[in-house]
C-alpha cells in the first residue's frame, strides 16, 4: 500500500491552500483516514479525520480546514483556509486499511508533505 500526498506548499497568512493523499496497492477495504501534522518542538497532533461518517478536526482549526474523501478515487483531501503561521509543518496523511496480509487492518502513513506559512 502507498498513500501519495500533494500540495503543499507555501503560502501567505490568510491564503489557501489544499492538500491530496491518494491510496494504492492491496486495498481490501479502508476505514479511518486522517491528516496529522508535525511541528518542530511538538509531537504529531491529528489534525483532522474521518471515522465512518463522522469527522472530527483539532480545535485551531475548525472552521478553517475541511477533510473529504473521494471513495472511488481512494483519495483524500484537506482543504485549508485562512492559514496563519501556527499552521506551519510537515502534514502526513493516514489511512487504516485492511488486505490480503492485514485482514483486520492496519496503520498506514504518507511521505509528509511540507506547508509552510509566511509573508
Known amino acids: 500500500v502507498q498513500l501519495v500526498e500533494s500540495g503543499g506548499g507555501l503560502v501567505q497568512p490568510g491564503g489557501s491552500l489544499t492538500l491530496s493523499c491518494a491510496a494504492s496497492g492491496s486495498i481490501r477495504a479502508i476505514y479511518t483516514v486522517g491528516w496529522y501534522r508535525q511541528t518542530p518542538g511538538k509531537e504529531r497532533e491529528l489534525v483532522a479525520q474521518?471515522?465512518?461518517?463522522?469527522?472530527e478536526y483539532l480545535d485551531s482549526v475548525k472552521g478553517r480546514f475541511t477533510i473529504s474523501r473521494d471513495r472511488a478515487k481512494n483519495t483524500i483531501y484537506l482543504q485549508m483556509i485562512s492559514l496563519n503561521t501556527e499552521d506551519t509543518g510537515i502534514y502526513y496523511c493516514?489511512?487504516?486499511?485492511?488486505?490480503?496480509?492485514?485482514?483486520?487492518?492496519?496503520?498506514?502513513w504518507g511521505q509528509g508533505t511540507q506547508v509552510t506559512v509566511s509573508s
Open positions: 493516514h489511512h487504516t486499511i485492511s488486505n490480503d496480509e492485514f485482514p483486520w487492518g492496519h496503520e498506514y
Open positions: 474521518i471515522t465512518g461518517a463522522d469527522a
